[in-house]
């Protein structure tokens, strides 16, 4: 018990640099596919066609009903890197993370371009915690109510991950588990235009943002994320 204790809050170490649950209010083998036609309604749709359904369950454990309009979709990256440097892409240690955690995210990439969500685009998850953005006060450490997160499942640049691991640790990892694959790029090209279009959300940078742009103590995408393969 203890050891599952202290890995639970190791593997949180690198997903809470992406997420942050400090607001007031309250075909890959993913576990826990849970059916939820009461929320997947026609009109409007609540989750893309792009993703799979894969709720966080209880939902009101993670994310509460979304109370104003999405006005921003927020990108982040995720791994397991810190507790396994050798596998830190498995999905079902990185759904732990979320469970164990507490903190939720919309939609989640995998390494293939297998697209989950985890919170329908009805319900505010808890995935940008604090910051400000735009200079609106509405926003500042609320961003949770106005966006729809994104993660992306990935390993940021040396300089991304240092606060995670030693550089030698760092240079030790498989260059090719660093960074982002062309099908992950592939599948944001279709799923954030898809939520900007439901949601009347320019597809724009000014509206499509990182986690490091709200509060630039964090780190996601990070520089080694190419925002110009989602626009071209």
Known sequence: MIKKTFMALTLCAVLLTACGKNETVNDAEVPKSVERQEIIQQEPIYVSEYA???FLEPLDKYSWEKEFDTEYVMLHFTSNVVADRDNPYDMNQIREIFEESEISIHYIIDRDGSAYCYIPESHSAWHAGVGEYAGEEKYTNK?????????IVAIGSKSDMAQYLEEHEYDALDKSLIG???????????????????????FDREHVIGHQEYNPNKNDPGELFDWNRIFE
């Open 52 to 54: 799979k359904e894969y």
């Open 143 to 151: 961003m949770n109510k106005y966006s729809v997160g994104i993660e």
């Open 180 to 202: 982002f694959t062309d099908a992950q790029y592939d599948t944001l090209k279709m799923l954030v235009p898809d939520i900007c279009e439901r949601n009347n959300i320019p």
